[in-house]
């Protein structure tokens, strides 16, 4: 059971701009930083963003990330047909000694 | 180029085991953090196992006492032992880099997954 809270789904038009909410605990986002992951349809998951806000190499500046506390978002503006995937957030968890991902938000691109 | 080849995955019937393996290639892997996470059909992300580079290793309850993690860094390449499988552990089961340093800790390459199917 994931113990990170996601919602199921968002969605946009071609170049609107998406919010998806990550809410955690003390435990995990309020003590570390978040990652965001973005899977698409039939692929392994890719590093989207680390560090709450740091963006890897190749990862377009649309895509951003913010933490306040024990929530997080990712952001997606300027949204592109391509962009149809599923995002998890993710953090390191201290009670639980290990690595937990949200319940994932899959956005569709309308 | 940093790649993670998983191998392993197969049908076996509840109560089996199986081993699954993790090849990695272009980095230097005896110093990396190294992880297990799987996704069940249609289902989320779910970390599994992880083991640091000076081999501790932590499991997530789901599966601590019947899954195995271990590393050869002569062979560059990560296990994970399954044991007593159960329907619920039906999934492809991903290999994963951890990068870390400082307050950044987060799984920068993975591999394709392999998958493992626990039915009779």
């Given amino acids: 059971q994931s113990v990170l809270t996601q919602p199921p789904s968002a969605s946009g038009t071609p170049g609107q701009r998406v919010t998806i909410s990550c809410s955690g605990s003390?435990?995990?986002i309020g003590s570390h930083t978040v990652n965001w992951y973005q899977q698409l349809p039939g692929t392994a998951?890719?590093?989207l963003i680390y560090g709450n806000n740091q963006r890897p190499s190749g990862v377009p500046d649309r895509f951003s990330g913010s933490?306040?506390?024990t929530s997080a978002s990712l952001a997606i503006s300027g949204l592109q047909s391509e962009d149809e995937a599923d995002y998890y957030c993710a953090a390191w968890d201290d009670?639980?000694?290990g690595y937990v991902f949200g319940t994932g938000t899959q956005v569709t691109v309308l | 180029e940093v790649q993670l080849v998983?191998?392993?995955?197969d049908l076996v019937n509840p109560g089996g085991s199986l081993r699954l393996s993790c090849a990695a290639s272009g980095f230097s892997f005896s110093t990396y953090d190294m992880n297990w996470v799987r996704q069940a059909p249609g289902k989320g992300l779910e970390w599994v196992s992880s083991i640091s580079s000076s081999s501790y290793i932590y499991?997530?309850?789901s599966?601590?006492?019947?899954f195995a993690i271990s590393r050869d860094n002569a062979k560059n390449s990560l296990y994970l032992q399954m044991n007593s499988l159960r329907a619920e552990d039906t999934a492809v089961y991903y290999c994963a880099r951890r990068y870390s340093s400082g307050r950044f800790t987060h799984f920068d390459y993975w591999g394709q997954g392999t998958l493992v199917i626990v039915s009779s």
């Fill in chain 2, 63 to 66: 599966v601590q006492g019947r």
């Fill in chain 1, 45 to 47: 998951p890719k590093l």
């Fill in chain 1, 95 to 97: 009670n639980l000694n």
């Fill in chain 2, 59 to 61: 499991y997530a309850d």
């Fill in chain 1, 26 to 28: 003390s435990s995990n």
């Fill in chain 1, 67 to 69: 933490k306040s506390g």
């Fill in chain 2, 6 to 9: 998983e191998s392993g995955g």
